[in-house]
């Protein structure tokens, strides 16, 4: 239980006694400091930007380069703009030990400007004083968003950093900014030239070699200690905070030979269900996504689209909600896309929490008004019920001239669908015939289940192959239409580019045209991609021998109309039960046997 100490979820680690972990980002800034550039490092709170600016002041202090770290909260903002600025240089002062008096030298300034007064400070006092190089590290900058003069402090940091060409004692004095800010956030008046100077450090979560040295607390075997961590990381994905967290309860438990399930459970009681409403790290991450949220609304309904996953939502650095959403950090930056930062955000922050905190729509507002609306509604019906029972009577008789005419266009209409649906299930059972993966056995199961995929979808129709999200359907089987409709479902507006009869997104249909190697976008071709899908979730297997339920389960991965083993769809969609499958299943199955033209004989 004594390890406990090595494990660091608040503060920095060297003030707590906790082990340090050093991460690739950590001589990315020392190199930075080395060479004097001008740096920040604007992430998310609990990723160790604190620990980082110790041990990197520690560094440099080896080197002989003077440092000063400056936590702005110390200021207060319940302040005004001179006490502020004079307990910014008192800091200043009494770190480096310099002789002159800040506070006299500040008010002998005071008609200039705050901007002017600091720029003039670091060059005719801190560089004139201190002969060696130094650098300020400014932490907990995002406290001065809600300060309305701080601006002149950014802007005396850019100014010093640019105007290094004509003032060449500028090159040592260097900054480093920490905090949960955007650069767009540091210099907020328009009027101003905008923080656009410096170097970004990026932190990374923990990689299982960077985060091993953790598992000295939990008195595990050295052979089990990667397993163990690797269990750790499953959920946390190399958060600092969540990491060190998790390891911190796995010492309160007491040492004992660690399994996979017991981590899990361990999870469960930590992190989620009311827990989740203790922990710190969540609450900042709820308030971001909720009370701190420049657009609520719209910052919602991106991060719900990052946690459905249908379709990659790639980062766009000039937008102010993806740049809120990595600020919380309950995403990050994988390549050019955004992703779920971790299990544990997924699962505290899931679809069903999205659509609790979303706010409220039209309906909702009104529902307060209904009593008085539903009168005037009446009203209205009854004043126009006789002038709508006569256009009703019109119309009867304008129907009844037409409904001979449209039953023999129903009569074409359906010889065409048979004709078609015969041809289409030719296709699919020739190409089941040609693949190497469908079995004799297999192929009857496998257009069935094709074909209840398609049923669940809405698409079995014989024109599926050519619907695209919103009903509407398309003419050129070249390519994926890649069409963005929306529609109403559940009361909710929902886009996306689904096509074809098993409602595939551009996306995959594009890493499936390269993995497959598919000319079109054709019927056999959506087939073969459907059934490629179908064997990537290992559900070939189970339809072949049988087991009709986990085929369904494991294929539930990739289409939301089918349930997960709880019932429900992992993507928010209604889905129909187990049984209703089965059955429907089932009728396809036979007619995979008898196909159209054949008859069913029944002894």
Same mark, same amino acid.
């Given at each position: ?20 972990? $050093? ?15 001008? $740096?920040?490092?604007?992430?998310? %709170? ?20 003077? /440092? ?57 006092? &801190? ?83 960077? *985060? ?10 050295? *052979? ?208 089941? %015939? ?13 257009? *069935? ?17 050519? &619907? ?13 239409? %890649? ?46 991609? *459907? ?67 054949? /008859?069913?004989?029944?002894?």
């Amino acid at each position: 239980m004594a390890k406990q100490a090595i494990y660091t979820t608040g503060g920095t680690v060297q003030a707590g006694g906790g082990i340090y972990l $050093s991460r690739q980002t950590d001589e990315e800034l020392l190199t930075l400091c080395r060479a004097g550039t001008l $740096s920040y490092i604007l992430t998310p %709170r609990q990723m160790g930007k604190s620990s980082l600016m110790v041990w990197t002041a520690e560094q440099l202090s080896q080197e002989g380069v003077r /440092s000063v770290i400056i936590d702005l909260t110390q200021l207060g903002v319940q302040v005004t703009a001179e006490q502020w600025y004079l307990g910014l240089l008192t800091i200043i002062e009494e770190q480096l030990e310099l002789e002159t008096d800040v506070v006299q030298w500040w008010q002998e300034r005071t008609h200039l400007g705050s901007t002017q007064r600091l720029t003039q400070f670091f060059k005719d006092v &801190l560089l004139v004083e201190v002969a060696e190089r130094v650098t300020i590290f400014v932490d907990e900058i995002d406290s001065t968003l809600s300060l309305d003069f701080t601006d002149d402090l950014f802007a005396a940091i850019r100014y010093l950093f640019v105007a290094r060409a004509q003032e060449p004692e500028f090159h040592r004095l260097s900054f480093v900014l920490i905090g949960v800010a955007t650069p767009g956030d540091l210099i907020r008046d328009p009027k101003r030239t905008p923080f656009n100077v410096g170097q970004r450090v990026d932190l990374t979560d923990f990689s299982l070699e960077e *985060a091993l040295p953790l598992s000295a607390g939990l008195e595990v075997a050295a *052979a089990q200690a990667e397993q163990v961590m690797g269990w750790v990381l499953k959920w946390t994905g190399g958060h600092p905070y969540l990491t060190q967290r998790l390891c911190q309860a796995m010492t309160q438990v007491g040492g004992r030979r660690w399994s996979e399930a017991e981590v899990d459970r361990l999870v469960v009681s930590t992190f989620l269900g009311q827990q989740s409403e203790q922990d710190n790290n969540l609450q900042f991450v709820r308030d971001m996504l909720t009370k701190r949220a420049p657009e609520p609304g719209l910052v919602l309904k991106t991060y719900r689209e990052i946690w459905r996953g249908k379709r990659l939502v790639m980062d766009e650095e000039q937008s102010l909600v993806k740049s809120h959403l990595k600020l919380s950090g309950v995403v990050r930056r994988e390549g050019r896309a955004l992703h779920i930062r971790n299990r544990i955000y997924r699962q505290v922050f899931d679809g069903r929490w999205i659509q609790t905190h979303l706010p409220e729509n039209w309906w909702q507002r009104l529902k307060p008004a209904m009593p008085i609306i539903a009168t005037l509604l009446m009203a209205l019906i009854v004043m126009t019920g006789l002038v709508i029972y006569a256009n009703q009577q019109r119309q009867i008789a304008i129907d009844a001239l037409h409904q001979r005419e449209k039953a023999e266009q129903q009569t074409m209409i359906v010889g065409k669908q048979r004709q078609e649906a015969i041809k289409q299930s030719q296709l699919l059972e020739g190409l089941l %015939r040609r693949s190497s993966i469908a079995t004799p056995t297999l192929r009857p199961k496998l257009k *069935a289940f094709l074909d209840m995929i398609a049923w669940s979808l809405g698409t079995a129709q014989p024109n599926g192959y050519s &619907l695209i999200f919103s009903g509407d359907s398309f003419a050129n089987f070249k390519d994926h239409p %890649r069409q963005l409709k929306c529609a109403i479902y559940l009361g909710k507006k929902i886009c996306s580019d689904t096509a074809g009869r098993y409602s595939l997104v551009s996306s995959t249909w594009d890493d499936l045209v390269q993995k497959l190697q598919l000319p079109d976008f054709s019927p056999p071709s959506q087939d073969q991609a *459907a059934i490629e899908l179908i064997r990537e979730q290992n559900a070939l297997e189970d339809l072949e021998t049988g087991k009709l339920e986990s085929a369904i389960y494991k294929a539930s991965q990739v289409w939301g109309s089918l349930p997960n083993s709880n019932g429900v769809s992992n993507y928010g969609f209604q889905v129909p039960s187990i049984n209703t499958l089965r059955s429907v299943y089932e009728i396809y199955y036979l007619k995979s046997l008898y196909p159209i033209g054949k /008859s069913l004989r029944v002894k």
